[in-house]
DNA sequence: AAATTAATGTGTGATATTGACGCAATGTAA
DNA sequence: TTACATTGCGTCAATATCACACATTAATTT
């Protein structure tokens, strides 16, 4: 951390963040990936700084990278937080303390900050979450089950779910979230989280098959307690064509 | 210039910016509150720099109001812009020039920057465009007859303008672009604009009054060379009230 | 091994929305 | 007075949505 502090003004942007919403679908249940903080009992999302030449979106990615050990991710960026009240001065000098100095005056890291959020669509079974030096642990929370977060980052959270919720019908949520076969039953599942409402079954798979973006591979997934669902995956070109335009239709 | 040039560190939040996309209709065009910039033959979206405790929606509102004389602006956070090409370091390197002094390394306004995107929906009629410093000319352009922009500006009016579509049914677009009382061609020639195609005049009729967000006035506009159409005025509360869940439809 | 259970697969009809038109009414201009 | 372009109102078939019923199936229970 201290090291950090020393080098942070000449590699850093100053005054810039980046925060990342990751998402991810398993046991029926929308999850998002947080950071425990060190000396706080308070999550944070994962987050970084941008290097001064740096792309900002190649920011985020590299965060993405770093917390999911995961390459090519889908990011899609969705707000900028930029009320000077949203950071909390009074933890910045702790923090400050704690990696034993002084608070320096316009220090770049006491500065006011503005976070660019971005929410990311993972497929839960493959990422590897690991912690950062600031954090002691990084784990899925579901999102109904949140703990206590740092900052405004409850209000991050919550503004990458409505964006989600609003675009539903415009990101390749299904091909993102799920792994590569699904069920009908897991997809509409996602959709309810998502929608945080409940759908007719029927209705729901009626439509799904209209659109036409999916591929019957014929099996069925045994192991269930109950009659045994066909195995989906999607028709990735006719999935995007159909997204550019939108999936129509009102949930 | 100069005398910004030697306080901007101190006032402004550094690397950091707003661009405004103001939006107006008028004469069944949408068009866009543009300024020229001196010394060079391009025109630039209204912008400005955001103060060190400023909020950055508080920014936005500021540079709107100055180039309109509005208050009171709809505005709406699109995206955040953080290519670090997206800045033409040689004409930064020109503008120093002009200011009659050698430019200083690693000053304020020579280090990368980000800008945030806003649009704003105004009323046209009400607008009185003034330029400000560094402009010397402060124009509503029609969208499709866009002079050459510096920097990535087209981009960003671009990216605006997509996101007014795709949010057209959650937006008071009619409300805030069109003046109180309109006629029902008005309002649909407003959304054939933003969409950028035609829509048949029945249906949107029927179509918009459905919604129950429109008061019907009982007059007429005379004056026209054909028959008068009726005047209508939105039911702000029920409008409101619609835009929440949006409108439903497809267009 | 048969019955039970709780899911899944398929279908149907009432209702609402959409898309593509027809036609009469009206204000100005010829 | 007539011609004409535009507006107001209406129709109808196609499509989509909503709310269900009923048959099928895989594991579990009896």
């Known amino acids: 951390m201290s090291e950090f502090l020393d080098t942070a003004a000449e590699r850093y942007h ?11 679908f398993h046991e029926n249940e929308l999850k998002v990936l947080l950071l425990k903080m060190k000396h706080t009992a308070k999550w944070a999302l994962p987050g970084g700084f941008v290097e001064k030449q740096e ?13 999911t050990g ?21 933890m910045d ?24 959020g ?8 493959k990422a590897n979450p690991r ?12 999102i109904d089950q949140l703990p206590a977060m740092i ?6 959270l919550e503004k990458a779910l409505d964006t989600l919720r609003f675009q539903i019908n415009y990101q390749p949520i299904g091909h993102k979230l799920l792994p590569v076969k699904f069920t009908m039953p897991e997809l509409q599942k996602l959709y309810e989280t998502i929608l945080g409402k409940e759908l007719d079954r029927r209705n729901f798979q009626r439509k799904m098959l209209a659109y036409g973006i999916l591929k019957d591979l014929g099996e069925r997934r045994k192991g269930g307690a109950h009659k045994a669902p066909y195995l989906y ?19």
Chains 1, 2 share one sequence.
């Open 14 to 24: 100053p005054g810039l963040s980046v925060d990342c919403v990751i998402f991810g």
């Open 233 to 251: 995956s999607f028709d990735v070109k006719k999935y995007n064509a159909a997204l550019k335009i939108g999936l129509k239709g009102s949930w």
């Open 131 to 142: 912690p950062d030096d600031i954090s002691e642990a990084c784990e899925w929370k579901s």
């Open 70 to 90: 995961l390459a090519d991710i889908f990011l899609q960026q969705f707000h900028t937080f930029g009320d000077p009240a949203r950071h909390d001065h009074e």
């Open 118 to 125: 971005y929410y990311a669509l993972i497929e839960f079974s």
């Open 93 to 116: 000098l702790e923090l400050f303390k704690q990696s034993g100095r002084d608070p320096v005056k316009d220090h770049w890291f006491l500065q006011r900050f503005i976070t660019v």
């Open 55 to 67: 792309h900002m979106d190649k920011a985020a990615i590299r965060v993405l990278e770093k917390r």
């Open 151 to 156: 900052l405004d980052h409850r209000k991050i």
